[in-house]
């Protein structure tokens, strides 16, 4: 089949040819249905008939598209046109690395190279090793942004293997030894071609070469790779130690993970943006005209002061600083005022998100969510008028963050949960309403800086994470503050100082406790602000200095403020609480703040005809209920409505609420209970407090008589196979078990980041998929629990909760959402809606297991917007 430009093909219209290449040719196109450029990639026409071609063009796209992240060449679709399979990609908008080769500037180098790492480590992640990795292969967009491309060479994990005739496979200069050898090859080959392109973008060289290819080869195979200090002296000695690790010829002498070759090159970039001032020392060498000092010839007056007089002043102004000191830092100007008047905003909303305060203190933004649970961003005057719906781009998920007002009040910024891609994008829309711009994808907390000249945000995760900014256009990002990474269930946030110099952001530490740290932009430096050992939401820098954070450090969650400087901390908010989410304005005369409950009430329902009651009428945070075999009784789990109090337990009442009793106990956090199919024990998932979420275990008890609860295997959730077997899962590093109740593992349910849940007497199983991009629920024929080699898989659902089975194991049930009930029948797949509605129904809900009653939670946020005036004298 001939391209030509012009030519429409499906709904793409070709633009230009961009390149050609071994696996390839691509052009640039409009995508007509919607308006948007893409990259469209054709197998070259010489190739096109062969079947091994064809089969490792679909392998790219497989491969690439199971691995959704900033620094990755997103793939939206694959396509046929004519007999010819294409591939549409993201069209980036940029030059190869190939291209800017090599990079003068130090950290823009390492900061190229710590994405590209970040993209290696997730696609490894995911089972897949890139075998090309090559500066031709790997873009910087118009955004300074690195974007990894062309997974055609990707492997993944028990496919095809795909070789070419009397050729091997990659780009010799960048071959692993064990690639040339003909061996296997997985993530540490990778490893390998990354520390040629790191040697290439630092010096401009390679680190191995050859005139021909057999001299290449000898090269790669025996010789040392040189030096970067060869060609870049003034580079740190650390940065060549780490490229000469990535390249050992052994596998087992490189870095074992990207992930780890990426943590030393941030601590390189981080040592280098350190200010180190020497101390001056004058050395004469041979040679050398010694530098005579003039002596001071107004007999020793400087200015026109004696230097006994002037040593009298020095004196003074000593005890005068001194005293300004003690004055100001250690007693402090800044005190609350006794007499500030805090006032509840009127509003329509219940379910309300993190706020922000205007500059001039006038006018506040909010998300929140509608009758029908959307989440959008509201603005409204402080004083007088109705919130305005600025945004129609609603989300379903009420923990998509807060907005943030620019400081001339033209525009906010916000952040809105992307379905699609499961993480959330920032977006820009002006406050007075219109057209919306996502200008940073894949971040959290975007909060402008007070010139209003940048946007700041987290990259990353909960897990993983560092301090960027953009211009407000999206443009120019740049590293702020590097490694605030909290480890897993940690807390992030952060806020500029008033100046621009500083951040404040909360640092979670092993005990799963924050605690305020600020970085110097400029050096680096960083200082430990506060030492309470406890639970930190949220932080803001007040123009005065102090900064404010919500705490439960005095048992409630209040606001409490500390001095930019250190020192102690003085409560600002002393009521039940939870107070959190505050903004100040530039004056710093108003002070807002959000109260914020988890609330949940426990109802039950018959599936067939409308029956439905409330079970519970304590507002408390209610979740993950199960029936017990003969209906009879309902197991829960419950916890405080304060966000930052961790602890909850399990719980069990009569199928009509009544005689409700705690059957767990402690300082820990028990989650997911499900009743045995004999009715004999319950399994849930718990964890202490102080730990990260990926720590939880799973333990049984007897409801007759709980005692000492009996350990089975380490995971999150769990669910039964039969009234001796359990499925224990991890979700947070996709492992997982089948477990007897003696504790003992019979078969692992992981594989490459797919789950299998045993069902129908082993002849289907249904099957997770975990790859950003591909989550679902997918049901396949097996045998013997084991899927059948060959056999396709159905897609039933996309969604990221524990599959709501019902116990025969015939039904797949879901929440479509306004209180409608849907199931999936097993194995054929029919979809069908259940007839009656469930008010407040979530996805925290099971069947019976006769098939006749639900039970669920209709958990939702209650809160409140509060204003202070005069907080400060």
């Known amino acids: 089949m001939s391209v030509e430009v012009g030519q429409t093909i499906s709904h793409y219209q070709i633009l230009e040819k961009l390149g050609e290449g071994g696996m390839g040719v691509v052009y640039k196109a ?38 959704v992240h900033p620094n990755i060449c997103v793939i939206y679709d694959m396509a046929e046109y004519e007999n010819q399979q294409f591939i549409v990609m993201e069209y980036v908008e940029g030059r190869t690395l190939r291209q800017i080769i090599p990079i003068s500037k130090f950290q823009e180098a390492i900061g190229y190279a710590i994405q590209i790492g970040e993209a290696l480590h997730e696609a490894h992640n995911h089972g897949i090793v890139h075998r090309d990795v090559k500066p031709e292969n790997i873009m910087v967009n118009s955004k300074n942004q690195i974007k990894v491309m062309d997974f055609g060479l990707a492997k993944l994990k028990g496919s095809l293997k795909l070789t070419r005739t009397s050729s091997t496979v990659g780009t010799l200069a960048y071959m692993a030894p064990e690639q040339i050898q003909g061996g296997e090859i997985d993530a540490r080959g990778d490893i390998f071609s990354f520390g040629i392109v790191l040697f290439e973008m630092l010096t401009g060289q390679l680190p191995f070469r050859g005139e021909h290819e057999a001299a290449m080869m000898y090269s790669i195979m025996n010789e040392e790779p040189e030096s970067v200090l060869k060609y870049r002296p003034d ?36 040592q280098s943006t350190k200010v180190v001032r020497p101390l001056a020392v004058r050395t004469e060498t041979p040679g050398t005209k010694k530098i005579e000092i003039p002596r001071d010839k107004t007999g020793g007056k400087i200015f026109g002061m004696s230097k006994i007089a002037l040593s009298a002043l020095g004196v003074v102004l000593l005890l005068i600083i001194t005293g300004l000191y003690f004055t100001v830092f250690r007693n402090g100007t800044v005190k609350l005022n006794p007499d500030m008047k805090f006032k509840t905003l009127q509003i ?24 029908d649970g959307k989440w959008d961003v509201y603005y409204m005057n402080v004083t007088v008028g109705e919130p305005r719906r600025i945004t129609f781009d609603s989300s379903s998920n009420p923990y998509s963050g807060g ?28 406050s007075i309403g219109g057209r919306t711009k996502r200008i940073v994808e894949n971040c959290l907390s975007a909060r402008w800086c007070r010139d209003g000249r940048r946007i700041g945000y987290i990259s990353g995760s909960l897990e993983k994470s560092d301090i960027w900014s953009v211009k407000p256009d999206g443009s120019n990002p740049r590293l702020e503050v590097l490694d605030t990474s909290t480890g897993s269930g940690g807390r992030i946030d952060f806020d500029w100082s ?15 406790y924050q605690e305020l740290t600020m970085t110097e932009l400029q050096t680096g430096k960083e200082k430990q602000l506060t030492h309470d050992q406890k639970n930190i939401d949220e932080v803001c820098w007040a123009p005065n200095n102090q900064i404010i954070f919500s705490s439960n450090k005095s048992g409630n969650t209040n606001l409490w403020m500390v001095q930019a400087s250190g020192g102690e901390s003085i409560q600002i ?34 599936i067939a005809g409308r029956s439905i009651r409330q079970l519970t009428s304590d507002e408390r945070n209610i979740g993950w209920p199960s029936f017990s075999p003969d209906r009879e009784q309902i197991v829960f789990g419950m916890s405080d409505n304060d966000p930052l109090k961790s602890t909850s337990h399990i719980y069990i009442c009569d199928r009509d609420g009544n005689n409700r009793h705690q059957v767990t106990s402690g300082d820990e956090r028990a989650r997911w209970p499900t009743w045995s199919p004999d009715g004999k024990w319950i399994a849930y998932s718990s964890r202490k407090s102080e730990q990260p979420s990926d720590s939880a275990v799973v333990y049984i008890l007897n409801p007759e008589e709980p005692g000492l609860p009996r350990l089975l295997g380490k995971g999150i959730y769990s669910k039964w196979i039969d009234s001796t077997t359990l499925l224990i899962a991890n979700p947070f590093n996709h492992t997982g078990s089948i477990v007897t109740l003696n504790g003992k593992s019979t078969s692992l349910a992981y594989k490459d980041s797919i789950n299998l849940w045993p069902i129908l007497n082993g002849k289907n199983v249904l099957l997770t998929d975990w790859h950003l991009g591909k989550e679902g629920w997918y049901i396949v024929a097996a045998e013997n629990n084991q899927v059948l080699e060959g056999a396709k898989a159905k897609k039933l659902f996309t969604i990221g909760y524990p599959p709501n089975l019902s116990p025969d194991k015939k039904f797949f049930y879901y929440s479509e959402g306004n209180g409608i009930l849907r199931r999936i029948s097993l194995p054929d797949g029919k979809d069908e809606r259940i007839l009656d509605t469930f008010p407040g129904l979530s996805m925290a809900f099971s069947i019976s297991y006769d098939g006749k009653e639900i039970v669920y939670n209709d958990g939702r946020l209650n809160a409140k917007l509060v204003l202070i005036e005069n907080v400060f004298k």
């Open 403 to 430: 907005v943030d007002i620019s400081p001339d009040g033209g525009l906010i910024v916000y952040d809105r949960y992307n379905t699609k891609m499961g993480h959330n994008d920032a977006y820009l829309v002006p």
């Open 235 to 270: 580079l740190s000695p650390e940065l060549d130690r780490i490229d000469h690790r990535a390249l050992e010829k052994d596998p087992e002498d490189r870095y074992q993970s990207t992930a780890d070759m990426v943590s030393e090159l941030r601590k390189v970039l981080k």
């Open 348 to 371: 329509s909303f219940s379910q309300i998100s993190y706020p922000a305060l205007s500059a001039d203190g006038n006018w506040l933004a909010f998300q929140a969510a509608d009758a």
């Open 573 to 606: 908010t002393k009521g039940g609480g939870p107070d959190v989410g505050m903004s100040i304005s530039a004056d710093g005369k108003r002070l807002l703040y959000l109260q914020q409950q988890e609330v949940g009430y426990l109802w039950r329902g018959a």
């Open 498 to 512: 008033p100046d621009g110099k500083s951040i404040v952001w909360l640092k979670t530490f092993p005990g799963n």
């Open 30 to 67: 409009h995508d007509v249905k919607l308006d948007r450029l893409v990259a469209l990639k054709f197998l070259p026409q010489h190739i096109a008939v062969s079947k091994e071609e064809r089969d490792r063009f679909l392998q790219e796209a497989r491969a690439a598209s199971a691995v």
